[in-house]
């Protein structure tokens, strides 16, 4: 077996694992507000990643505390939406909308950066806008208000996604910023900032049944903390279109694992626009366009 191929199946795995992991915060939050189990699972995956990485964690340098405050920030308010949006829609319609974060990339870093969004991006994000359409709208294609508080956190998480992850690329490619130091204190800066919020708008617990505590043990420490190291090893033996393409199945391990666990069914519609938004991403993350002499490794 080869390494690009051990990395990709590694990376199914992570997937699979956020996939299942809006059922767990769905039951999670049965019993835990949503900044309570963020603290949880963000302070708790921070301890694990500054473990696990404690040899590479020495001259933390100034600029990745600032640049990663700012990731942290922006992590903070992908996982409100992403809770939120568990709370106030269907799971499946949750785990679609917050999948959409990189569609966002493009037009933030053409507003920070000046890096004109690639060709077909219109027409891409035109299919995100039919698929959203037909996944959250009513047969009449009116507001289905029962839905609205969610799906738009489900988007408001995508947005700060994509800026997330415009900022944490951004600072990776200063000199002095190290993408390992910078991805471990982003954790641990959006795990300060939910045990804040949780204090000013919550009453803190612990899980109060076994199996509350089993979905919080696994967000922490498979979905948020080993996830974190497992991407970053395998992402140095695989490609970024094979990175992008096997993310894009969260949201598809996600509807399965709704179905299969909760009994949560789609509408025909609402899969004609999950099949949508699939295929948006696939062509977002496919390399469209690159010339044949860019000398770049083979997909």
Known sequence: MSRQLKADLMLLAV???????????DKAL?????????????????????????????????????????????????????TNSVLYTSLSNAAFLCAIS????????WLLLR????????????????????????????????????????????????IELTVTGMAVEKDDVDAFHMGVFTLGWCGVLMAVSAFLFEKPHFP????????????????????????AIAQKYTTPTHVGVIFTLEPVFASVAAFLIV?????????????????????MELPLGRSKQSGGKSD
């Open 15 to 25: 997937t699979l694992g956020w996939g299942v992991s809006y059922i767990l915060m």
């Open 30 to 82: 049965t019993e835990m507000g949503p900044f309570t189990l963020n603290a949880m699972r963000f302070l708790g995956a921070f301890a694990i990643a500054a473990v696990l990485g404690a040899g590479r964690l020495r001259g933390v340098s100034k600029s990745t505390v600032r640049y990663s405050f700012l990731a942290g920030v922006f992590l903070f308010g992908t996982y409100v939406g992403a």
């Open 102 to 109: 990189v569609i966002f990339v493009p037009p933030v870093e």
């Open 115 to 162: 890096r004109k969004p690639r060709g077909g991006m219109l027409f891409i994000v035109a299919m995100c806008a039919a698929g959203i359409a037909l996944m959250t709208l009513k047969d009449d294609f009116s507001i289905n208000r029962e839905h609205l508080t969610g799906d738009l956190m489900g988007l408001f998480c995508a947005v700060c996604y994509g």
């Open 208 to 231: 109060g049944t076994p199996a509350v505590w089993g979905s919080v043990a696994f967000l922490t420490v498979f979905c948020t903390g080993v996830a974190f190291i497992v991407q």
């Open 263 to 283: 009994g949560e069914v789609l509408t025909p519609r609402g899969y004609l626009g999950a099949a949508l938004l699939i295929a948006a991403l696939i062509l």
